[in-house]
C-alpha cells in the first residue's frame, strides 16, 4: 500500500515541477483562439468562447501560484498538521511500549536480577506496574485529539487534497472518530450525539466536536449540484419568457393570488373583465406587492377571463433563439467587468421584436424604468447590433 510520505513526497514534487514556460504558452495560445472567435462572432461559438476564458483563468492563476511559490505554501498550511502528527508517529514508535510491557533488560544476567527486584517490591507495595497504566489512559483520555492511527490520518489527508482540487474550502476541521470512547475529554461524562448537525456536544461545559455520519443520504442543507454551464441556464431562461408570455406554462396560480386581483378589479369597477390589460393587471400586482407573478400576468388574465394568451408561430420563436444565441459572443466581449448579470430579459425581446417587426409584441415587453439603467443596457446593445450587423434603436 502507498503510504502518506509517498503520497506527501509525490505531490510536493508536482507542485515544485510545474513548468512555468509550458502555462505561459498555452495562455497565448488559448488568448490567441478567443480573439479569433471574437472577430467571427459566431452564434455557436459562444459556449466555446466561455470554455476558453475559463481555461485561460486557470492559467494564470497556475503561472501565478507556481512562480511565487503559493501553491506550496497553500499545501503546507492546508496539510501541515496531519504531516505533523504522521511523521510524530513515526518518530514515536521506536518508543511505544505495549500495555503491560515491564523495564526488564535484554541482558541475561541484569535480567534475572531485575526480574527478582521487581517480583519483591511487587509483592511488598501490591501495586503493579501502575505507571504503564497511567500512560495507557492518558492515550485514552487524548482520543478526541484526532485520528492517531497512520492509516486515519493518511484518508485525512486524501480527504483534505481531494476537497482543496475540488474547491471545497472546510471552515472546520472534521474530526473522525468511533463510536466508542464516547466521554467529554474534560468532564468525562457521556457525550451527546446530534446527528443532524454532525456534532457530538458536552451538556456539561458545552463542548462541541465535528464528526463524520456514517451515511449516504443527503441533507436538505446540502447545496443542489450543478450540472450545466451558466449559458445553458441563460438559454433556459429565455425559452421560459417565451413559454410564459403565450400562457405554455404548468405553473399554477394559487387562489388566494386570483381573489385578490379580483377584489381589486371590483374596486376600481371594472365590469368587464375582456377589458383587462397586461398593464393593469401589472399596476394591480404592484399594488398587492405580488411583483413576483409579473411574469405570470398571461396566465392570470386567461385564468380571469379566458382569452386566449398572445400567440406566437414555431418559426418565430425558433428565430428568437437563434437571435439569442448570436448575442451571446458580443455580450461577452462588450459587457463592462463590473457587470454579472445579463441583459434585461424583457428588454432583449423588446428589442427582438422591434428588429422582426412585431409591433403588437412589443408592450409585453416593458422596458426598464429606470432611464439611468436603460441607458447603460443600451450602449451595450449599440455594440452588439454593430458587431452582429443588425439596426439599432434608442430606447428612449
Same mark, same amino acid.
Request: net charge positive; glycine share 4%.
Given at each position: 500500500?502507498? #503510504? !502518506?510520505?509517498? $503520497?506527501?513526497? +509525490?505531490?510536493?514534487?508536482?507542485? &515544485?515541477? =510545474? *513548468?512555468?514556460?509550458?502555462?505561459? %504558452?498555452?495562455?497565448?495560445?488559448?488568448?490567441?483562439?478567443?480573439?479569433?472567435?471574437?472577430?467571427?462572432?459566431?452564434?455557436?461559438?459562444?459556449? #466555446? !468562447?466561455?470554455? $476558453?476564458?475559463? +481555461?485561460?483563468?486557470?492559467?494564470? &492563476?497556475? =503561472? *501565478?501560484?507556481?512562480?511565487?511559490? %503559493?501553491?506550496?505554501?497553500?499545501?503546507?498550511?492546508?496539510?501541515?498538521?496531519?504531516?505533523?502528527?504522521?511523521?510524530?508517529?513515526?518518530?514515536?514508535?521506536?518508543?511505544?511500549?505495549?500495555?503491560?510491557?515491564?523495564?526488564?533488560?535484554?541482558?541475561? *544476567?541484569?535480567?534475572?536480577?531485575?526480574?527478582?527486584?521487581?517480583?519483591?517490591?511487587?509483592?511488598?507495595?501490591?501495586?503493579?506496574?501502575?505507571?504503564?497504566?497511567?500512560?495507557?489512559?492518558?492515550?485514552?483520555?487524548?482520543?478526541?485529539?484526532?485520528?492517531?492511527?497512520?492509516?486515519?490520518?493518511?484518508?485525512?489527508?486524501?480527504?483534505?487534497?481531494?476537497?482543496?482540487?475540488?474547491?471545497?474550502?472546510?471552515?472546520?476541521?472534521?474530526?473522525?472518530?468511533?463510536?466508542?470512547?464516547?466521554?467529554?475529554?474534560?468532564?468525562?461524562?457521556?457525550?451527546?450525539?446530534?446527528?443532524?448537525?454532525?456534532?457530538?456536544?458536552?451538556?456539561?461545559?458545552?463542548?462541541?466536536?465535528?464528526?463524520?455520519?456514517?451515511?449516504?443520504?443527503?441533507?436538505?442543507?446540502?447545496?443542489?449540484?450543478?450540472?450545466?454551464?451558466?449559458?445553458?441556464?441563460?438559454?433556459?431562461?429565455?425559452?421560459?419568457?417565451?413559454?410564459?408570455?403565450?400562457?405554455?406554462?404548468?405553473?399554477?396560480?394559487?387562489?388566494?393570488?386570483?381573489?385578490?386581483?379580483?377584489?381589486?378589479?371590483?374596486?376600481?369597477?371594472?365590469?368587464?373583465?375582456?377589458?383587462?390589460?397586461?398593464?393593469?393587471?401589472?399596476?394591480?400586482?404592484?399594488?398587492?406587492?405580488?411583483?413576483?407573478?409579473?411574469?405570470?400576468?398571461?396566465?392570470?388574465?386567461?385564468?380571469?377571463?379566458?382569452?386566449?394568451?398572445?400567440?406566437?408561430?414555431?418559426?418565430?420563436?425558433?428565430?428568437?433563439?437563434?437571435?439569442?444565441?448570436?448575442?451571446?459572443?458580443?455580450?461577452?466581449?462588450?459587457?463592462?467587468?463590473?457587470?454579472?448579470?445579463?441583459?434585461?430579459?424583457?428588454?432583449?425581446?423588446?428589442?427582438?421584436?422591434?428588429?422582426?417587426?412585431?409591433?403588437?409584441?412589443?408592450?409585453?415587453?416593458?422596458?426598464?424604468?429606470?432611464?439611468?439603467?436603460?441607458?447603460?443596457?443600451?450602449?451595450?446593445?449599440?455594440?452588439?447590433?454593430?458587431?452582429?450587423?443588425?439596426?439599432?434603436?434608442?430606447?428612449?
Amino acid at each position: 500500500m502507498v #503510504t !502518506l510520505d509517498n $503520497i506527501h513526497q +509525490k505531490k510536493v514534487g508536482e507542485i &515544485k515541477n =510545474i *513548468d512555468v514556460s509550458k502555462c505561459k %504558452k498555452e495562455l497565448d495560445e488559448f488568448i490567441n483562439q478567443r480573439n479569433i472567435i471574437l472577430e467571427s462572432s459566431s452564434q455557436s461559438d459562444s459556449i #466555446t !468562447l466561455m470554455q $476558453i476564458n475559463e +481555461k485561460i483563468d486557470n492559467l494564470k &492563476k497556475q =503561472i *501565478d501560484g507556481a512562480s511565487n511559490q %503559493k501553491f506550496l505554501r497553500d499545501y503546507y498550511l492546508d496539510t501541515g498538521e496531519i504531516l505533523f502528527k504522521y511523521y510524530d508517529s513515526i518518530e514515536n514508535i521506536s518508543t511505544t511500549r505495549p500495555r503491560g510491557y515491564s523495564n526488564v533488560s535484554t541482558d541475561k *544476567d541484569s535480567g534475572i536480577l531485575s526480574y527478582l527486584n521487581t517480583d519483591s517490591n511487587d509483592s511488598d507495595t501490591g501495586e503493579e506496574q501502575k505507571p504503564i497504566e497511567n500512560q495507557t489512559e492518558k492515550k485514552q483520555e487524548s482520543y478526541f485529539s484526532g485520528p492517531t492511527s497512520r492509516e486515519d490520518l493518511r484518508h485525512e489527508y486524501l480527504d483534505k487534497i481531494e476537497n482543496k482540487e475540488k474547491g471545497k474550502k472546510t471552515k472546520k476541521q472534521t474530526i473522525k472518530f468511533k463510536c466508542t470512547p464516547n466521554n467529554c475529554p474534560n468532564c468525562k461524562i457521556e457525550l451527546s450525539h446530534i446527528h443532524s448537525e454532525g456534532i457530538v456536544e458536552c451538556k456539561n461545559c458545552g463542548l462541541l466536536q465535528n464528526i463524520l455520519n456514517d451515511t449516504d443520504r443527503a441533507s436538505y442543507k446540502d447545496p443542489p449540484k450543478e450540472s450545466c454551464y451558466y449559458s445553458y441556464r441563460r438559454s433556459n431562461h429565455f425559452n421560459e419568457w417565451i413559454a410564459q408570455f403565450q400562457g405554455k406554462e404548468t405553473t399554477q396560480i394559487p387562489k388566494s393570488v386570483l381573489v385578490q386581483v379580483v377584489t381589486e378589479i371590483k374596486k376600481e369597477r371594472i365590469k368587464n373583465l375582456n377589458e383587462l390589460t397586461t398593464q393593469k393587471v401589472r399596476a394591480i400586482l404592484k399594488k398587492l406587492k405580488l411583483n413576483k407573478y409579473y411574469e405570470h400576468i398571461p396566465h392570470i388574465i386567461n385564468q380571469l377571463n379566458g382569452q386566449p394568451p398572445p400567440y406566437m408561430s414555431r418559426s418565430t420563436e425558433e428565430l428568437l433563439r437563434i437571435m439569442f444565441q448570436k448575442i451571446q459572443g458580443p455580450f461577452l466581449e462588450f459587457c463592462p467587468k463590473k457587470r454579472k448579470n445579463f441583459l434585461s430579459y424583457s428588454y432583449v425581446l423588446h428589442k427582438f421584436v422591434e428588429l422582426l417587426d412585431l409591433p403588437h409584441l412589443k408592450p409585453l415587453f416593458p422596458l426598464l424604468k429606470s432611464r439611468e439603467k436603460l441607458h447603460q443596457q443600451d450602449q451595450i446593445w449599440q455594440k452588439i447590433c454593430e458587431r452582429v450587423g443588425w439596426t439599432f434603436h434608442k430606447s428612449m
